[in-house]
């Protein structure tokens, strides 16, 4: 079946330390979007990206969407200990599939 | 405040007794869903409804029953729980136009636990 496969599961940073994840899917996207779900929360949506290669900033937090819309990057720049959570991606394939996520922890 | 909710946040059930988690959400949504977390699986979709008196199938639908009688509420039913179904609920909603086009909104969460 359609499958968004989100890799690591999980990355233990030291605060100041560059931060990345990777989604891919095994089929075209329509669009993506990326949850951030803090320990003990629920996830809240960060951005959503629709054209192929596009790129977006939100701060330290860059997200790219790949060229041929079947994989998605979200990177974090000098973490902070306010970045700890699980990070979702969630692919839209005619329906909305998440990854597994990725639990970013961050020591100070 | 524009807002998911759901209730109760925690249940300690047992084996076959039934259960209702409810959601409501007061945004005007057409689109809400039902997910379930649980440790490396990430969020798998229980059933959703696209609309009032229209629901369908997630990926993991079994065992669970919905219904959508009005708009703002969506109320996820286990007729028979079993332990396989102890996890993390969340309910969503977003605006229409299909799956996935749009942000979706969850509530806080039902921690549920089934002995």
């Known amino acids: 079946g359609q499958q968004v496969m989100q890799i690591p599961q999980y990355q233990h940073v030291q605060e100041g330390e560059d931060f990345t994840t990777y989604c891919n899917s095994s089929t075209t996207l329509s669009n993506i979007q990326w949850y951030k779900q803090r320990p003990g929360g629920h996830p809240v949506f960060l951005i959503q990206l629709v054209k192929s290669g596009e790129v977006k900033k939100q701060k330290r937090l860059t997200f790219q969407f790949g060229e041929a819309k079947k994989n998605s990057s979200l990177h974090i720049t000098a973490t902070q200990t306010t970045d700890v959570g699980t990070y979702f991606c969630a692919g839209n394939t005619g329906k909305l599939i998440f990854g597994q996520g990725t639990t970013l922890q961050v020591k100070p | 405040e524009a807002q998911v909710t759901q209730n109760p946040r925690y249940l300690i059930t047992v084996t076959g007794k039934k259960l209702t988690v409810t959601c409501s959400q007061n945004m005007n949504h057409e689109y809400m869903s039902w997910y379930r977390q649980d440790p490396g699986l990430g969020l798998r979709q229980i059933y959703y409804?696209?609309?009032?008196?229209?629901?369908d199938k997630g990926d993991v639908p079994e065992g669970y029953k919905v219904s959508r009688k009005e708009k703002r509420n969506f109320p996820l039913i286990l007729e028979s729980p079993s332990p396989n179904q102890t996890s993390l609920y969340f309910c969503?909603?977003?605006?229409?136009?299909?799956?996935?086009?749009?942000?979706?909104?969850f509530g806080p969460g039902t921690r549920l636990t089934v002995t």
């Open positions: 409804s696209m609309n009032v008196e229209a629901t």
């Open positions: 969503a909603s977003s605006l229409s136009g299909g799956q996935g086009q749009y942000e979706q909104y």
